[in-house]
Nanobody, 125 residues
Framework: QVQLVESGGGLVQAGGSLRLSCAAS????????MGWFRQAPGKEREFVAA????????FLADSVKGRFTISRDNAKNTVYLQMNNLKPEDTAVYYC??????????????????WGQGTQVTVSS
């Protein structure tokens, strides 16, 4: 069983920055990958970023490349999403996700079997 606890959301002006954190309760050797997804009101949940836990390979949605960075701290069992140059269209609930099995796919909700409760990010214009 893996429990994920997100933090770091909030209200920021356009052009500002936020860093989201997601702490995993399970031993990280059981985690294969972690990711971030977001869901805006009236829209479907969409992929934002993912990281392979052992190798550290990262994956980013085209809409956030050059602005967002995903990283991990193995010692703290935590994954981070650094969000810079935020835009109003980044406003959404951001969800942390983890999976405990191997796969070459990272960008679908179905690629993950554990989810956090979500944290709100609001970017004002």
């Amino acid at each position: 069983q893996v429990q994920l606890v997100e933090s770091g959301g909030g209200l920021v002006q356009a052009g500002g920055s936020l860093r989201l954190s997601c702490a995993a309760s399970a031993r990280t050797f059981s985690i294969n990958a972690m990711g971030w997804f977001r869901q805006a009101p009236g829209k479907e949940r969409e992929f934002v970023a993912a990281i392979n836990w052992s190798g550290g390979s990262t994956f980013l949605a085209d809409s956030v490349k050059g602005r967002f960075t995903i990283s991990r701290d193995n010692a703290k069992n935590t994954v981070y999403l650094q969000m810079n140059n935020l835009k109003p269209e980044d406003t959404a609930v951001y969800y942390c996700a983890a999976r405990t099995y191997g796969s070459t796919s990272y960008k679908r909700s179905a690629d993950y079997n554990y989810w956090g409760q979500g944290t709100q990010v609001t970017v004002s214009s």
